[in-house]
């Protein structure tokens, strides 16, 4: 099977990942991975397959299931997927894992059209993608949001701040709902977006090894 070569940046995600992993197994602890495109999390997934140290949940958020065919998406199923790496023995399931390490939330009366795209929002009031699952568009007012619980709060206090939309509401969605198939929107920034962060990351001394 060709394996295909991992480039510098995910070559050190994966050393990351992999070290998450030794974590989890000598501490007996739950470590969580970002979110990933699903090229990477495939690596992931057939890096941890046969490894009996470590348990590796790939999780979507919103009672979904990784796509085999993420250019192909069915109803069910989500693109950007996270890991939750523990210890075998803990004896936590897949489903307690999602719920603890993805939040869904659904924003109300938002103008889809004239707003600011979500990965721009979200980046605008500090939340890195890294903490973002699938951002799922189901019409013309209604978004769901897939994050990292760490970020919710931070999401429904300040995201609607961004967007264009009168009495636009955020709420945080049960576990048990069932996230609705949509169009997904790209995990993209704008290139002035792009700039301010990195002229921002060197502001604060910020220095990327290669």
């Given amino acids: 099977m060709h394996r295909r070569t991992l480039g510098p940046?995910?070559?050190?995600?994966?050393?990351?990942?992999e070290a998450q992993a030794a974590t989890a197994a000598d501490t007996w602890s739950i470590e969580a991975t970002p979110f990933l495109a699903p090229d990477v999390a495939a690596q992931v997934e057939e890096k941890f397959r046969e490894r009996g140290d470590v348990v590796a949940f790939r999780v979507v958020g919103g009672r979904?299931?990784?796509s085999e065919t993420p250019e192909d998406l069915s109803s069910g199923e989500g693109i950007r997927s996270r890991f939750v790496l523990m210890h075998p023995d803990l004896g936590l399931d897949i489903a307690t894992a999602e719920s603890e390490y993805c939040t869904v939330i659904r924003a109300d009366n938002v103008n889809i059209a004239a707003s600011n795209t979500f990965p721009n929002a979200l980046a605008s009031i500090g939340v890195h993608l890294d903490n973002v699952g699938d951002i799922v568009i189901e019409?013309?007012?209604?978004?769901?949001?897939v994050v990292d619980p760490n970020v919710a709060k931070q999401c429904l206090r300040l995201l609607?701040?961004?967007?264009?939309?009168?009495?636009?509401?955020?709420?945080?969605?049960?576990?048990s709902e069932f996230m609705p198939h949509g169009?997904?929107?790209?995990?993209?920034?704008?290139?002035?977006l792009e700039r301010q962060i990195e002229r921002k990351k060197l502001e604060s001394?910020?220095?990327?090894f290669a």
């Fill in 139 to 145: 019409d013309s007012s209604t978004a769901y949001l």
């Fill in 64 to 66: 979904r299931v990784p």
């Fill in 9 to 17: 940046l995910q070559s050190s995600l994966m050393a990351d990942i």
């Fill in 160 to 175: 609607s701040k961004e967007l264009v939309g009168v009495g636009i509401s955020l709420t945080v969605c049960e576990d």
């Fill in 183 to 192: 169009e997904i929107q790209e995990m993209k920034l704008s290139r002035i």
């Fill in 205 to 208: 001394g910020y220095v990327q």
